[in-house]
């Protein structure tokens, strides 16, 4: 028999609450963290909101949050839902064994100091061509390599290594918006596999920056309902016109089933599935016919040993695109079969954005407060139905459920997929 992997920990920071309990009262209240951007000055730019992260302090968190000086916004939240996650988990007393503890997020690159890379930039032009030796030299002169190496991706899975003392397995996956997902998925793996008994997985990340703005502006992939920022999100809905950049963390615990019944862990559900493909279609857009969607949620289901009537609730990638929500829709249906007409579906996205690297994470604890309180978050700003989209996704209100198995969709930009099955645990 394989070894059986649990939550005994969670955290997040989100656009709709900075600590799991604060989330999801604001989802069950369909309160919508999407705004205008206070970042930076966005009023130049087709979309001019955003779901940011509120209230945020890493003083809340750490004794000597000066030491993350150089730190960006993926980091800090890290820290933050890090911090939340393991103190859950009981396991802020040390009583462990650092080397069968692990890190593997899905955590995105940091920021960079946009205002002086275009000063370095126009600091090398001369009469319309651009100087590398000058730019070379005012960026040797001016960038700071402490805020530089910051922006790595590997930072965060380094820097919570560090906190927690945690000398195992440590990896970070970059596979856009299904990273943090994966990273579930992969760190159960390793668990699994008894190459650790605890692992500290999900995702960190945010693009609500000028570059991050104008790369998916140009994309076409935001949605640019500037007059009413918090219905711009509307997955499913046939009025849909693209996602809403959103920012944060989530963090789970993982840990085998007997170390955590070994120390007396508190358990929120079990993971009994992941599934992981490819479309191999365009960098961009997913397989029209939903291959990789569908294969990958067929995948889940066939490693949870689950049929698809065992499905009580699926918390949708749901981006509030065009192509995406109707092509999840089509996935769903392929998978499931006829019992996908009996499944409710949601997406968060709709109030808390869409976190990128992040999104998978926090959806994930979404689906493990499914679990514990039996109520099914809704789709909010669904007001009219589309054909193609033909499920039942919950929406407006949040709905008295009981929910046992709950599935998880992350598909990401390069046609990365990955489900996720999440159980109620039994002894």
């Known amino acids: 028999m394989r070894r059986r992997v649990v939550v005994t920990g969670i955290g997040c920071i989100t656009p709709v609450g900075n600590s799991v309990e604060e989330m999801w009262k604001s989802l069950q209240e369909t309160q919508s963290g999407i705004d205008s951007i206070t970042h930076f000055d966005a009023s130049g730019f087709p979309t001019k909101f955003a779901a940011e992260v509120k209230g945020f302090n890493l003083a809340d968190y750490l004794d000597d949050p000066e030491r993350f000086e150089y730190a960006g916004h993926n980091i800090r939240f890290a820290i933050g839902a890090a911090v939340q996650a393991v103190g859950d988990s009981g396991l802020e007393d040390g009583?462990?064994?650092p080397g069968r503890f692990g890190i593997y997020l899905g955590a995105g690159e940091g920021q960079q100091d946009f205002f002086l890379f275009m000063k370095l930039i126009a600091q090398a032009q001369?009469?319309?061509?651009?100087?590398?030796?000058?730019?070379?030299?005012?960026?040797?002169?001016?960038?700071?390599?402490?805020?530089?190496?910051?922006q790595e991706p590997n930072m965060p899975a380094g820097h919570l290594a560090g906190l927690f003392n945690a000398q195992g397995p440590n990896l970070n996956c970059l596979t856009a918006c299904a990273a943090s997902s994966q990273a579930i998925g992969e760190a159960?793996?390793?668990?699994?596999?008894?190459?650790?008994?605890?692992m500290l997985s999900g995702g960190a990340h945010s693009m609500i920056h000028p570059f991050g703005l104008t790369g998916f502006n140009l994309l076409t992939a935001l949605s640019t309902y500037n007059e009413a920022p918090q219905r711009a999100s509307r997955p499913f809905d046939k009025k849909r016109d693209g996602f809403v950049l959103g920012e944060g963390a989530g963090m789970l615990i993982l840990e085998e089933l007997e170390h955590?019944?070994?120390?007396?862990?508190?358990?929120y559900g079990e993971v009994v599935g992941y599934g992981s493909t490819a479309d191999a279609y365009r960098i961009t857009d997913i397989h029209p016919e939903g291959r990789g969607a569908t294969g990958c949620i067929k995948m889940a289901l066939n490693d949870a040993?689950?049929?698809?009537?065992?499905?009580?609730?699926?918390?949708?990638?749901?981006?509030?695109?065009?192509?995406?929500?109707?092509?999840?829709?089509?996935?769903?249906?392929?998978?499931?079969?006829?019992?996908?007409?009996?499944t409710p579906v949601s997406s968060t996205k709709s109030m808390m954005g869409h976190l990128i690297a992040a999104a998978g994470s926090a959806e994930a604890i979404v689906c493990l407060m499914a679990i514990r309180d039996g109520v099914l978050p809704p789709t909010t700003n669904y007001e009219e139905p589309d054909p193609e989209c033909d499920l039942d996704y919950v929406?407006?209100?949040?709905?008295?459920?009981?929910?046992?198995?709950?599935?998880?969709?992350?598909?990401?930009?390069?046609?990365?997929?990955?489900s996720l099955v999440f159980s109620a645990y039994k002894g």
Do not use: C, W
């Open 305 to 342: 040993r689950l049929n698809a009537d065992d499905i009580d609730y699926i918390n949708a990638h749901g981006t509030s695109t065009v192509v995406n929500d109707k092509v999840e829709t089509m996935a769903i249906k392929n998978a499931l079969g006829e019992h996908a007409r009996e």
């Open 95 to 97: 009583k462990f064994d």
């Open 126 to 150: 001369h009469d319309g061509t651009f100087d590398v030796a000058e730019f070379t030299r005012q960026g040797l002169e001016q960038l700071n390599p402490r805020f530089e190496m910051e």
């Open 188 to 198: 159960t793996e390793i668990i699994r596999q008894s190459e650790a008994d605890i």
């Open 260 to 267: 955590a019944k070994q120390r007396g862990a508190q358990i």
């Open 395 to 418: 929406p407006n209100e949040p709905r008295p459920a009981k929910v046992t198995k709950a599935l998880s969709n992350s598909f990401g930009f390069g046609g990365q997929n990955v």
